[in-house]
């Protein structure tokens, strides 16, 4: 009776602590995936009152809930810089595989805007080490095999035309031998490096077939506007439609404070009087090599001889010198679905983009969204986006 009361009383602290941590995920609320860290969280306390209200209280209850795995990955996020998203799930291809068969590997967290993948290992440091000697049960995956393929799937994925560093984080510490195997494949280790329990023999050609979960999840993506991202993109920048529009426009050439009668470029006004977007623009351009697609020229060339005012076409003849024009990329990304944000015209502009590895800059945050959340990763520079106005505007400028 006594043990069923002590049993009660830590499940009750278990139950007290998934609280507290959902407090603290709260905090997150504008990360792409964090919505499902909590209902993965509220999931573990629903079970545990559940149990408790039941009166069904096991030892195994305690051992065995995953609060423990998310009180360490949350304790995480808190240390991270430029969170870009939790529990995001990735597709690839195992290293020597030749059949056609893709994996999906779940990343816990992705900082430094794309830079870094990191997974959160919270279970014993001397059980890691034996299930890494083929302790475990058939079958059974171990850290070293999920290191390989983070670095495998980091491959697939680069930002910025280079993989993502690969962080594992121990929580509860790592033996020094599995540290030194996991950091002489490419693994950046992060915890306490503890003494070997016992001398261990790992096997370092062990593969596993078996699939990580695959998650997926809606997010907002945050349009990046610090212009300090001059400093991180490669020289060369693929500019979309929405760009170039967006340059030349009367609203982000001194325009902003006229009136407009449609309510999208009234907002867009608004935003432009608080967050110019030349500015960030041409931070980004200063020195850079400047690609357009054939196909994005001609459709920029359309709507700006259909709609554009004589500023923004004598903005446009001044622009476009500095732009070489390059054909359409043929990348077709079979497993990206059209529909939606997902428009053929996307798809070839973050082609032509791949091809001539560089980075694309564009106002399409839906395609970019879209196209993460059925595992596709672009290096991409997004900003507000901005319609060509000089043609809409009516009356004296407004004071602000």
Same mark, same amino acid.
């Given at each position: 009776?006594?043990?069923?009361?002590?049993?009660?009383?830590?499940?009750?602290?278990? @139950?007290?602590?998934?609280?507290?941590?959902?407090?603290?995920?709260?905090?997150?609320?504008?990360?792409?995936?964090?919505?499902?860290?909590? %209902?993965?969280?509220?999931?573990?306390?629903? +079970?545990?009152?559940?149990?408790?209200?039941?009166?069904?209280?096991?030892?195994?209850? =305690?051992?065995?809930?995953?609060?423990? !795995?998310?009180?360490?990955?949350?304790?995480?996020? /808190?240390?991270?810089? /430029?969170?870009?998203?939790?529990?995001?799930?990735?597709?690839?291809?195992?290293?020597?595989?030749?059949?056609?068969?893709?994996?999906?590997?779940? #990343?816990?967290?992705?900082?430094?805007?794309?830079?870094?993948?990191?997974?959160?290992?919270?279970?014993?440091?001397?059980?890691?080490?034996?299930?890494?000697?083929?302790?475990? /049960?058939?079958?059974?995956?171990?850290?070293?095999?999920?290191?390989?393929?983070?670095?495998?799937?980091?491959?697939?994925?680069?930002?910025?035309?280079?993989?993502?560093?690969?962080?594992? #984080?121990?929580?509860?510490?790592?033996?020094?031998?599995?540290?030194?195997?996991?950091?002489? @494949? *490419?693994?950046?280790? #992060?915890?306490?490096?503890?003494?070997?329990?016992?001398?261990?023999?790992?096997?370092?050609?062990?593969?596993?077939?078996?699939?990580?979960?695959?998650?997926?999840?809606?997010?907002?993506? $945050?349009?990046?506007?610090?212009?300090?991202?001059?400093? #991180?993109?490669?020289?060369?920048?693929?500019?979309?439609?929405?760009?170039?529009?967006?340059? &030349?426009?009367?609203?982000?050439?001194?325009?902003?404070?006229?009136?407009? %009668?449609?309510?999208?470029?009234?907002?867009?006004?608004?935003?432009?009087?608080?967050?110019?977007? %030349?500015?960030?623009?041409?931070? =980004?351009?200063?020195?850079?090599?400047?690609?357009?697609?054939?196909?994005?020229?001609?459709?920029?060339? $359309? @709507?700006?001889?259909?709609?554009?005012?004589?500023?923004?076409?004598?903005?446009?003849?001044?622009?476009?010198?500095?732009? $070489?024009?390059?054909?359409?990329?043929?990348?077709?990304? /079979? !497993?990206?679905?059209?529909?939606?944000?997902? %428009?053929?015209?996307?798809?070839?502009?973050?082609?032509?983009?791949?091809?001539?590895?560089?980075?694309? &800059?564009?106002?399409?945050?839906?395609?970019?969204?879209?196209?993460?959340?059925? *595992?596709?990763?672009?290096?991409? +520079?997004? !900003?507000?986006?901005?319609?060509?106005?000089? *043609?809409?505007? +009516?009356?004296?400028?407004?004071?602000?």
């Amino acid at each position: 009776m006594d043990l069923n009361r002590e049993l009660a009383e830590q499940l009750n602290d278990k @139950i007290i602590s998934g609280e507290e941590l959902l407090a603290k995920v709260s905090r997150f609320g504008n990360v792409c995936g964090i919505s499902k860290l909590q %209902k993965k969280i509220k999931q573990e306390i629903n +079970f545990l009152v559940k149990t408790l209200q039941l009166g069904l209280v096991k030892k195994e209850h =305690l051992l065995c809930t995953n609060l423990h !795995h998310f009180c360490a990955l949350v304790n995480t996020l /808190e240390t991270c810089n /430029e969170l870009s998203s939790v529990l995001q799930h990735f597709s690839f291809k195992s290293d020597g595989d030749s059949s056609e068969t893709t994996k999906r590997l779940c #990343v816990d967290v992705v900082a430094d805007k794309g830079r870094t993948w990191m997974k959160v290992v919270a279970r014993n440091p001397r059980a890691l080490s034996q299930l890494c000697t083929g302790a475990g /049960e058939y079958g059974q995956r171990n850290v070293i095999d999920q290191a390989k393929e983070f670095l495998a799937c980091a491959k697939q994925h680069p930002f910025m035309f280079k993989p993502p560093q690969i962080v594992f #984080v121990f929580s509860s510490g790592i033996e020094e031998s599995l540290c030194e195997l996991l950091e002489d @494949i *490419g693994v950046t280790i #992060v915890g306490e490096h503890m003494p070997d329990s016992c001398p261990y023999q790992f096997d370092e050609e062990d593969e596993s077939d078996e699939e990580e979960e695959a998650v997926s999840e809606e997010g907002t993506l $945050t349009p990046q506007q610090s212009t300090s991202i001059a400093d #991180v993109v490669p020289n060369r920048l693929n500019l979309d439609v929405t760009t170039m529009l967006a340059y &030349v426009s009367a609203l982000t050439n001194g325009g902003a404070d006229w009136e407009y %009668k449609q309510p999208i470029l009234k907002g867009q006004a608004l935003r432009e009087l608080k967050h110019p977007v %030349k500015p960030v623009l041409d931070s =980004l351009f200063e020195g850079k090599e400047l690609l357009v697609c054939r196909s994005a020229f001609e459709s920029f060339m $359309t @709507i700006l001889n259909t709609l554009g005012g004589p500023g923004e076409k004598k903005r446009a003849t001044e622009f476009i010198p500095r732009i $070489t024009i390059v054909e359409d990329g043929e990348e077709s990304f /079979e !497993h990206l679905k059209t529909g939606g944000k997902v %428009k053929e015209r996307s798809r070839v502009v973050f082609a032509t983009g791949l091809a001539q590895k560089a980075v694309t &800059v564009t106002a399409n945050a839906g395609f970019v969204r879209s196209a993460r959340n059925q *595992g596709y990763e672009f290096p991409v +520079f997004v !900003h507000e986006s901005r319609a060509l106005t000089e *043609g809409k505007q +009516f009356g004296p400028p407004l004071s602000f």
